[in-house]
């Protein structure tokens, strides 16, 4: 007969339920009994888990498929919880001290006892079985010390002898003093349902730091590289390229030679760049003086020309390219040819005031001369 189940649970895949309810381990006179391995073999089917909770209700049973179970429990990684519900009683007690919680049901109890045999033989036979027995008894005290402690070593002798050889009977209360189980359950079920609603809550948060932290894991494995290539959205080797190309140009810059090395060096060569330059400064000036005097010529024909009463010489001598007293020289001839003395304005200045705007006494001196007096 099977005496287990288990199976993970359909709210939480990673939390499995486990019933022992029966004789544990094989039997003599069973032959569809199962052993520990089929046990082990059904947990760790159902993958990693954190939870574990084992409802147990046995009267014992074959004490190294106990003991294997107890220690397979005691080792997973899983938090582990026992409610005995009704008995666990002889290798079930073993089973149920290897939880990391133990609760204890109203009206359940415990019996713990030495473990005892059938047995043929002589009385070699007898008394070598009467040593392993008594190790058989050390193996199971050491797996209720483990959970009691190593001063309670006494008590527990006392207990498993019992006052006639049969062992003793625990109920819950007494399980508890003693430190075999943890609390006796007196809930109510709106307590229990606090206590699973607290449960759930403590491990959704639980859930929530280790996803926090994993980010901040990754955030902080992100080496400058990442950054660079996340920011410009290009790839980390594209990074390393042009990181080695700055790199080279930096080399270069720093290896520059600077002026004062340059002078140092190359004396000539500098002074020569240096007056170069500044001629290439000094040019707007030149050029500057070229047009004020373009100006002043142009300006000195136009006065003549007006002051004269000659406009229509304006294009002729300004187009030719006379200087100013080429130009002059040509319109006092022209003015003084006319004979009109009245054509002379001798104040007229094309930019105002009342300056002479030409020589207008070369001019009479010239017309004198051409007219009889």
């Known amino acids: 007969m099977k005496w287990f189940t288990a199976k993970a649970l ?23 009994s199962v052993a520990s391995s089929d046990f082990m073999r059904e947990v760790k089917a159902l993958g990693e888990l ?27 990684s899983a938090n582990v919880t026992v409610n005995v519900l009704g008995q666990a009683s002889s290798i079930a007690s073993v089973i149920a001290a290897a939880g990391d919680q133990v609760n204890m049901g109203l009206g359940s109890w415990m019996m713990v006892h030495q473990p005892w045999t059938v047995t043929l033989g002589n009385a070699d036979d007898l008394r070598a079985l009467a040593g392993d027995l008594d190790k058989i008894t050390d193996g199971i005290m050491v797996n209720y010390l483990a959970r009691v ?28 003093a003693l430190g075999l189980a943890d609390t006796v359950m ?18 959704g948060a639980e859930q929530a730091r280790a996803k926090i932290q994993s ?10 590289r990442d950054a660079l290539a996340l920011a410009f959205d290009i790839t980390p080797g594209e990074v390393d390229e042009q990181a080695a190309d700055l790199g080279d140009r930096i080399v270069a810059l720093r290896a520059a030679p600077t002026l004062a090395s340059l002078r140092e060096a190359h004396p000539g060569l500098i002074e020569q760049i ?5 001629a290439t400064v000094e040019l707007p000036e030149q050029t500057q003086a070229a047009v004020t005097a373009e100006r002043d010529r142009v300006v000195a024909i136009v006065k003549a020309c ?9 294009d002729k001598l300004i187009g030719n390219g006379m200087t100013e007293a080429q130009a002059s020289e040509y319109i006092y001839d022209v003015a003084a040819a006319s004979g009109n003395k ?13 300056r002479a705007g030409i020589d207008h006494n070369a001019i009479y001196a010239r017309l004198n001369r051409k007219t009889p007096a």
């Open 215 to 224: 980010q901040s894991d990754q955030a902080q494995a992100m080496n400058a």
């Open 342 to 354: 009245h054509a002379i304005n001798g104040n007229h200045s094309p930019e105002g005031g009342h």
């Open 10 to 32: 359909a709210e939480n895949p990673r939390a499995a339920h486990i019933t022992i309810d029966g004789e544990i381990g094989r039997n003599w006179w069973s032959d569809d």
């Open 50 to 76: 954190d939870e574990i909770t084992i409802d147990i209700n046995s009267p014992g049973g074959a004490v190294t498929d106990g003991i294997t179970i107890a220690n397979y429990l005691r080792s997973h």
């Open 186 to 203: 007196v809930e109510t079920k709106a307590a229990a349902s606090m206590a699973g609603l607290a449960k759930a809550m403590a491990h």
């Open 306 to 314: 007006q002051t004269t009463g000659q406009p229509q010489l304006l």
């Open 274 to 278: 240096e007056t170069q330059a500044k």
């Open 149 to 176: 402690g190593e001063d309670k070593r006494e008590e527990m002798l006392a207990l498993i002898k019992g006052g006639d050889g049969d062992g003793t009977i625990l109920n819950a209360e007494e399980a508890v």
